[in-house]
């Protein structure tokens, strides 16, 4: 197998040569946007009041944990939360319980489920979707991750996540860059979160990019790493800055994590993957073999990776560790209050 370092040099090689595709793709977008825009290609309102929460870019911007916070706050609300459910094995509509596997329903919407007291989905067909979960009259509203694109649905709110790190403005449309949307799409945004920034100066500098609506309000939220926890029982022991740790992920951007551990603990090993890999046995085995040369060493990964070992029986009697991470959105309760306000939901 060549060396990931290796295979991404030779990727962004490629992407550079594949200049001229992102140019058509980017005029591809704004065509097909022009068509919704303009009422040639219909949108709808869900059966349900509807929250979308997206971005432009591809993967990294932290829509995961700000779908669980937000849930989380607006419990009172009687949310669900239905997703696409990205790289499933399965079509359709999947009300999500504990039985299910990442195979069956992706590893997002499982962690939605271990994460939070809502009801959870999958479904290819948003509008759809919320259709079949307004049969329940428990579910009052909905949250929909990784929605932004699906032009069909006419959501009630929509909050735009850009990352400080992956700014929409300095990006490019796919290949060559990771743009999957057009920039001028930040318009149908009714709120603008940068997120992972590090102090309100970061957020500020990156606010001026952008020349948003005077009905547009944006926000910010840094990311808190939390004490590795036990994925099996939910403790948090102490380790000490020599403990040595065995990295395992398959994330967008596993370097943040990478470059916590280091500073907190002896990072030996890191196992890198694609986004959204499904382990197999083969792999665990490989992990397995090098833990049996160190002895002392523990292993860790990312709670969205963990529900993606959950099947792995070579691990079934090792204690394997996650490392939370929650987000702290600047202004939430401003957000909150204009969310509720355009639902219009009586509790």
């Given at each position: 197998?060549l060396?990931?370092?290796?295979?991404?040099?030779?990727m962004?090689?490629?992407?550079l040569?594949l200049?001229?595709?992102s140019?058509?793709y980017?005029?591809i977008?704004?065509f097909?946007?022009?068509?919704?825009?303009?009422?040639f290609?219909?949108?709808?309102k869900?059966e349900l009041?509807?929250?979308?929460i997206?971005n432009?870019?591809t993967?990294?911007t932290?829509k995961?944990?700000?779908?669980?916070?937000?849930?989380?706050m607006?419990?009172?609300?009687?949310?669900a939360?239905?997703?696409r459910?990205?790289?499933r094995?399965?079509?359709?509509?999947?009300?999500l319980n504990?039985?299910h596997?990442?195979?069956d329903?992706?590893?997002?919407?499982?962690?939605?489920?271990?994460s939070?007291a809502?009801a959870?989905?999958?479904c290819e067909?948003?509008?759809e979707?919320i259709?079949?979960?307004?049969?329940?009259?428990?579910?009052k509203c909905?949250?929909?991750?990784d929605?932004?694109q699906h032009r069909r649905?006419?959501?009630d709110?929509?909050?735009?996540?850009?990352?400080q790190?992956k700014p929409?403005w300095?990006?490019y449309?796919l290949p060559t860059?990771?743009?999957?949307?057009?920039k001028?799409?930040?318009k149908?945004?009714n709120?603008?979160l940068?997120?992972?920034?590090?102090?309100?100066s970061d957020?500020?500098?990156?606010r001026?990019?952008?020349?948003?609506?005077?009905?547009q309000k944006a926000y910010?939220?840094?990311?808190?790493q939390?004490?590795l926890q036990?994925?099996?029982t939910?403790?948090?022991?102490?380790?000490g800055?020599?403990?040595e740790?065995?990295?395992?992920?398959?994330?967008?951007?596993?370097?943040?994590?990478?470059?916590h551990?280091?500073?907190?603990?002896?990072?030996s090993?890191?196992?890198?993957y694609?986004d959204h890999?499904f382990?197999?046995?083969k792999e665990?085995?490989q992990w397995?073999?090098?833990?049996a040369?160190?002895p002392?060493?523990?292993?860790v990964?990312?709670?969205?990776d963990a529900?993606?070992?959950?099947?792995?029986?070579?691990l079934s009697e090792?204690?394997?560790?996650v490392a939370p991470?929650?987000v702290?959105?600047q202004?939430?309760a401003e957000?909150i209050n204009?969310?509720?306000?355009s639902l219009?939901?009586?509790?």
């Amino acid at each position: 197998m060549l060396n990931l370092a290796i295979v991404n040099v030779t990727m962004r090689a490629l992407r550079l040569l594949l200049f001229p595709f992102s140019f058509l793709y980017g005029l591809i977008l704004w065509f097909r946007n022009l068509l919704y825009d303009k009422g040639f290609l219909a949108s709808a309102k869900g059966e349900l009041p509807s929250i979308v929460i997206g971005n432009l870019n591809t993967g990294g911007t932290g829509k995961t944990p700000h779908t669980i916070a937000l849930a989380q706050m607006l419990s009172d609300l009687h949310p669900a939360i239905l997703s696409r459910g990205y790289g499933r094995n399965s079509k359709g509509f999947i009300e999500l319980n504990q039985e299910h596997s990442a195979f069956d329903v992706g590893d997002e919407p499982l962690l939605y489920l271990r994460s939070t007291a809502c009801a959870v989905a999958v479904c290819e067909d948003r509008v759809e979707g919320i259709k079949t979960l307004a049969k329940n009259p428990n579910n009052k509203c909905v949250i929909l991750d990784d929605a932004f694109q699906h032009r069909r649905l006419k959501a009630d709110f929509n909050i735009l996540i850009i990352a400080q790190a992956k700014p929409v403005w300095k990006d490019y449309y796919l290949p060559t860059g990771d743009l999957r949307d057009h920039k001028n799409q930040i318009k149908r945004a009714n709120a603008i979160l940068f997120s992972g920034c590090a102090s309100e100066s970061d957020y500020l500098k990156s606010r001026a990019n952008l020349k948003l609506k005077p009905n547009q309000k944006a926000y910010w939220s840094q990311t808190h790493q939390l004490p590795l926890q036990n994925w099996k029982t939910g403790e948090s022991p102490e380790f000490g800055e020599q403990q040595e740790v065995v990295l395992i992920t398959a994330i967008a951007k596993a370097e943040r994590l990478k470059k916590h551990l280091e500073q907190c603990f002896k990072l030996s090993k890191h196992f890198q993957y694609r986004d959204h890999h499904f382990y197999s046995a083969k792999e665990a085995k490989q992990w397995l073999d090098y833990l049996a040369n160190h002895p002392k060493a523990i292993l860790v990964t990312s709670e969205k990776d963990a529900v993606r070992m959950s099947h792995l029986r070579a691990l079934s009697e090792l204690d394997v560790y996650v490392a939370p991470i929650n987000v702290e959105i600047q202004g939430v309760a401003e957000l909150i209050n204009d969310l509720k306000s355009s639902l219009e939901i009586i509790n």
